[in-house]
Each structure stands twice: as structure tokens, then as C-alpha cells.
């Protein structure tokens, strides 16, 4: 997390520099999960997956283009994503639970073809907390690192970007706690857990939000 906002920082700095190579802006999507562990027995429960189920996410972004082709792009994201599980034991509830993360994504990127790019890189968890819509029966803690990869395309329509991306981290890493109420936690392996995402950047956002921080800056080191 440390080599990660000082990477954050560098870039914001070394857009100083260079105000017309730094672009920020805003960006908002949907994204759902692939979530898959084997069916486990807690207690006299059993415990399974249920279906996929929609989250979403918002945030800042930080791009600076290092050539024509080539960008450095840094993200405060604030993400939403929904599970869902199936408990039967006495009686059959079906649980979700919600994941707040605020996720730190910084990415390298490709432009080609004028309107596409290719980006991939590393996302940085700083928070993660849950929320579960019958936590007096089940609550799950998703204990799965603190850092994850993740890649996608770009496409330019106009003044926007829009984003189709996946979030996964490396295999024999996530595990998670299943709590049942009267019973012990229980530590279950993920087989998969795959976040999917798309978003709609503002490309308009980030040369205004720039010119006006930037113009502001220098002002005020003239007027000194």
C-alpha cells in the first residue's frame, strides 16, 4: 500500500510538470462477480452459492500520457459488489452480502487504432468492510489480500471512455469466513472470484479539472 501512494503521488506531481499531458476526471459503472466455492457443511447447515448479482462502483481517475501511445492511469474507486448465498439446514435463507471496498487501481495503458486501448496493472485495497442482509444468521469476511490484478479495453465514443474491465486475484490466495450463528467460523477456499466491470469515463472532466488546478497553481506563483 505504501509503494502504492507513492506511486499515486508521483504521478500527481509529475503532472505539475506538465499540466497538458495529465488528465483527470470522473468515471461511474456496474459490475457484477463470478463467485464460485464447493457447497460446505456448517454445523447442521449447508452453505452454497447463490446467483450473480449486480454492484456498482464511482471514483476519481488520474491518467498521464507518457507518449502518444503509452498512459500511466491512477484511481480512487469506491466499489459496491454484491453476493449471494443459499443456507439450508431447518429452513432455507437466501443471504446477501454487500462489499464496500475502497480500491486504489493503477494501470498502464496501450492506444491503438485512434478509439481502443489495452490497460492492465495492479489494484490496491485500502478499506474493505461488509454488510449482510441477515447478519444475525450469516456473515462472510472476505479475507482474500489486499492486492489483485486487473486488465481490460478501452473504447473513445466521442468525449467518453467507456471501460470493460475484470478484477481477479492470483489463485491459492482467497479464502473467506463464513460465520453461522451457533457455530464456529469456518475458513472456505474460493475456487473463483472474479469481479467484471464496466464504466463511462468523462474525458471532457479531466482536461477542465486540470486546467482549472493547474492555471491556479502557476497563478499563484507568479502573483509570489
Excluded at 470522473?26 to 452454497?48: E, K, L, P, Q
Excluded at 454484491?82 to 496501450?110: M, Q, S, T
Excluded at 489495452?118 to 482474500?144: C, E, W, Y
Excluded at 479495453?153 to 478484477?167: N, P
Aim: a positive charge; aromatic letters at 12%; glycine letters at 10%.
Amino acid at each position: 500500500m505504501k509503494h502504492c501512494l507513492l506511486l499515486f503521488a508521483a504521478l500527481v506531481l509529475s503532472g505539475a510538470a506538465s499540466a497538458q499531458r495529465l488528465r483527470l476526471g470522473v468515471r461511474a459503472g456496474m459490475n457484477t462477480s463470478d463467485y464460485r466455492f464447493s457447497t460446505v457443511r456448517i454445523g447442521d447447515t449447508y452453505v452454497s452459492r447463490g446467483g450473480a448479482r449486480a454492484g456498482f462502483d464511482v471514483g476519481l481517475v488520474f491518467r498521464y500520457d507518457l507518449s502518444r501511445r503509452f498512459h500511466l492511469q491512477a484511481e480512487t474507486d469506491y466499489v459496491f459488489a454484491n453476493y449471494a448465498y443459499r443456507l439450508r439446514g431447518g429452513a432455507v435463507h437466501d443471504v446477501r452480502i454487500r462489499a464496500e471496498r475502497l480500491e486504489i487501481p493503477v494501470e498502464l495503458g496501450f492506444r491503438f487504432a485512434k478509439v481502443l486501448r489495452l490497460f492492465g496493472g495492479a489494484v490496491f485495497r485500502a478499506t474493505n468492510s461488509q454488510r449482510s442482509s441477515a447478519p444475525g444468521i450469516f456473515r462472510v469476511k472476505f479475507n482474500d489480500g489486499d492486492v489483485a490484478l486487473t486488465g481490460g479495453l478501452g473504447v473513445q465514443i466521442r468525449s467518453f471512455f467507456l471501460d470493460f474491465r475484470i478484477t481477479l486475484h492470483p489463485q491459492g490466495r482467497t479464502w473467506n469466513t463464513f460465520t453461522l450463528a451457533g457455530a464456529e467460523p469456518q475458513r472456505v477456499g474460493i475456487g473463483r472470484n472474479i469481479l467484471y466491470g464496466g464504466s463511462m469515463n468523462e474525458k471532457n472532466a479531466y482536461d477542465l479539472l486540470a486546467e482549472m488546478l493547474f492555471t491556479s497553481n502557476f497563478a499563484e506563483a507568479d502573483v509570489a
